[in-house]
């Protein structure tokens, strides 16, 4: 494994920081404050080509590997990981298409991300199917005229509000079901800069085939709140053969396949903030003085900006080992990516809490940013996948 990036993954690195610095830092305690969803940010990595990283060549034009995806979306959590989550999600959503869509169907699903600003959602997580998927309810089954009904409803699901497009994963026939299906139900295309939407309401969605979709009000979380996320429920929708990617009961095969490219993604989420809070501290330690010398000075200071740097570093490497695997396509790709996934967590929130604590007072307060890291860094050590599930694959890969 070679460490030097190349010419492009460089020109990746450099573009994406100066996009960071110009859009995204300036502006983000702002934005966290409002509650605003960026999607001017959003169209903006969308223009210069940093989104949409999973879409195939034969659909895009060029492609962009694993190890420059994680790069990309590091760098963008630098700036903010609620933005990064995202951006990501429309590689959550289609990546399944990417994988095991037929020609026409990644044509179809995909070209409308090439060709416009659109956000995408992946509908996996319920009420009562969290981690273990095989609870889930939402189910898809035949109806007396032998055509395909999709109702049920899920969870915690980003980009709802705005979604012109569901990656939904469901049961097929009957809730008790061995067999899962993923489904792809295109809505109508929304660009939410110019979309008539109220930020803090329902959205109903009719559908021209019938049936209905219905997000719900946007959480209120404590942390990535530049991040949309919403309840989606699906009532009555019609899915036609073409709609189903591959094969109808292999669904439990194409979630893992997803998480596994996804799970280093979300790593690089976290390595880009703990790297951030890092950043904030040094910054600040080397500015405030106490007892007549700068923080950073004091030994004990310095030990635990040693510890963060550490931390970072590690899962910096581990996350690209499982960019590299995933570019290999190795076998043992699901267990470094849940490796990944577990160490950048862990670092991002050791660094968070540590970085507030050498701001003493100050970083309690909402207008130091370090703050609103370690509000955001909680839910990396939940999302796609807790960490417990993370050493459950490690764990039964290594036995």
């Not at 190890?67 to 959590?77: C, D, M």
Request: proline letters at 4%; aromatic letters at 8%; hydrophobic letters at 40%.
């Amino acid at each position: 494994m070679d460490f030097n990036l190349n010419d492009e993954e460089k020109q990746y690195l450099d573009t994406v920081r100066r996009f960071v610095a110009r859009e995204i830092t300036p502006h983000v305690l702002n934005l966290d404050k409002g509650h605003v969803f960026p999607f001017e940010i959003i169209r903006k990595a969308w223009e210069l080509g940093v989104m949409n990283l999973s879409v195939p060549e034969n659909v895009k034009g060029y492609r962009i590997d694993a190890i420059s995806s994680a790069l990309i979306i590091r760098e963008l959590s630098y700036g903010d990981s609620g933005i990064a989550t995202s951006s990501m999600c429309n590689d959550l959503a289609n990546i399944v298409v990417a994988m095991h869509g037929s020609d026409e169907q990644q044509k179809r699903f995909l070209n409308p991300f090439v060709n416009q600003a659109l956000l995408a959602s992946f509908c996996l997580t319920e009420p009562n199917a969290g981690s273990d998927n095989a609870s889930m309810t939402t189910l898809m089954r035949k109806g007396n005229d032998g055509k395909y009904v999709l109702n049920g409803a899920k969870c915690f699901i980003t980009n709802a509000s705005y979604a012109s497009q569901f990656t939904v994963f469901c049961k097929v026939g009957k809730p008790t079901s061995p067999f899962m299906a993923c489904v792809i139900i295109p809505s109508l295309a929304l660009e939410p800069e110019t979309a008539e939407l109220d930020p803090h309401s329902a959205r109903e969605i009719p559908l021209p085939e019938g049936g209905r979709i219905i997000t719900g009000k946007p959480e209120d979380k404590l942390g990535q709140r530049l991040s949309n996320t919403a309840t989606v429920t699906f009532e009555d929708v019609p899915v036609d053969d073409s709609q189903i990617i591959g094969d109808r009961r292999l669904g439990f095969q194409y979630i893992t396949d997803v998480l596994d490219y996804a799970r280093p993604m979300v790593a690089a989420i976290g390595v880009g903030l703990a790297r951030r809070a890092l950043d904030v501290t040094l910054a600040y330690t080397r500015e405030r003085r106490q007892f007549g010398e700068r923080i950073c000075d004091m030994p004990v200071a310095r030990e635990t900006l040693v510890a963060m740097w550490k931390k970072v570093e590690l899962a910096d490497m581990a996350l690209m080992k499982a960019a590299f695997m995933i570019e290999d396509g190795s076998p043992e790709q699901g267990m470094y990516a849940s490796l990944a996934k577990n160490l950048a967590a862990e670092a991002a929130i050791f660094c968070a809490t540590e970085g507030l604590h050498l701001h003493g007072g100050y970083g309690f307060m909402a207008e130091y940013e370090i703050s609103k890291l370690l509000r955001d860094a909680q839910i990396i050590d939940i999302y796609e996948g807790t960490r417990e599930v993370q050493n459950m694959i490690i764990g039964r890969e290594l036995i």
